[in-house]
């Protein structure tokens, strides 16, 4: 089969969908298919890279000033087409909403082939860059593009249940629930003392001390500084150090807030790290997890933590509660709650074998995201999609029906 990944960002651009996409190209490729990543340039100019299956083509991109290390294609309409005609692909699986998407719309409704939608971000991760009345319109408008938008796919991927009943409802679209999965190979809880003690030598952490752990984005919509205020108060009643993993516009904003709570020198900046600069290594050595974000769509980062064995306190919203368990493997705080966040880190910092516990069921819920059940799942609905059939498709201009009613 012939596959092509359409996406924004791919590493060395990091992102929750980059690393999907990376993960599924890579799955494929291994199976032996044919695939062809088309992705903005990280480094400015186009330019190709063939390795095996594998092709992936970066196309002349310009620096995004809303995201540390990305960059974007502002119009890429023509060398899409000619990519996709010169690669003439079996199917086409997008992987953001515009302006990748829209090439792929016109060529598939062209070709008469299938072409897939995974849903990464919710409207809400865009409008948490507003307030007020702006966020109600914004939202609005958003939902009511994505009703027109996504007639034109044969088929909308989710990686969880909640989202995919938030898009059944809004968008009245058949979905289908395929989890993003997690490499359980590289993420796991097992170490030497010699390797913890390596690792935060290499993180200028003390030793014994409890440590704190967040991952992600340090932009607006992920909440961080929510992180940092519930955890001050923890940090003055232990000895715990709160390590902060990532990078983003609001990094220098937030070890300014760490500053003014008076716990600068209890909080760790790392920037990114990626899985081979140390991140698996990086969870084994947490105490817990944390996390304030109210719109993800799976939460990558948060089946990365359960698969280490790490208790997780998070905020129940969107589908966060589908990975973390409130009272089971880790505690749940209503949005804007800081003392339940609070509340619940220093529980688990007092409470060891409640701890281990907890974290024993995290174990247990990543094992149903294990990165071959995603690879398995998305072979089986490429191979069915294909396979019903070329002139099932109606012309693009008139939308698309779904085709996998019974996936």
Known sequence: MRIVYLTQSYPSMISGAALVVENLANGMAASGHQVLVIAASDKGPAYSVHGGNLTLLRLKSRHNPMRVGQRFILYPRDAVIQALREFKPDIIHAHEALPMSLPGIIYAGAERIPIALTVHQHPATAVSYFSGIKQVLIQEALWSYARWFTKKFTTIITPTETTSTEVRKILGRHV????????????????????????????????????????GRLDVDKRVERVIQASAQVLRETDAHLLIVGDGVRRPALMDLCDSLGIFDRVHFTGFVSAKQGLPEIYRIASLFVYASEIEAQGIVLLEAAASGLPIVAVR??????????????????????????????????????????????????????NTFTIEAHDKLYHQLVEQGRTSYPNVKEGRRPVAEHA
């Open 317 to 370: 919203a969107t589908c966060i509660p589908e990975t973390v368990h409130d009272g089971v493997n880790g505690f749940l705080a209503e949005p804007g709650d800081l003392a339940g966040l609070s509340q619940a880190m220093e529980i688990l910092l007092h409470d060891q074998e409640m701890a281990v516990r907890m974290g024993e069921a995290s174990q247990a819920i990543a094992q149903q995201h294990d």
């Open 176 to 215: 289908v629930t395929i989890s993003n999965g997690i490499d359980l190979q590289t993420f796991h809880p097992r170490r030497q003392p010699a390797d913890e003690a390596a690792t935060r030598q290499k993180w200028n952490l003390p030793p014994d001390v409890p440590i704190l752990l967040h991952v």
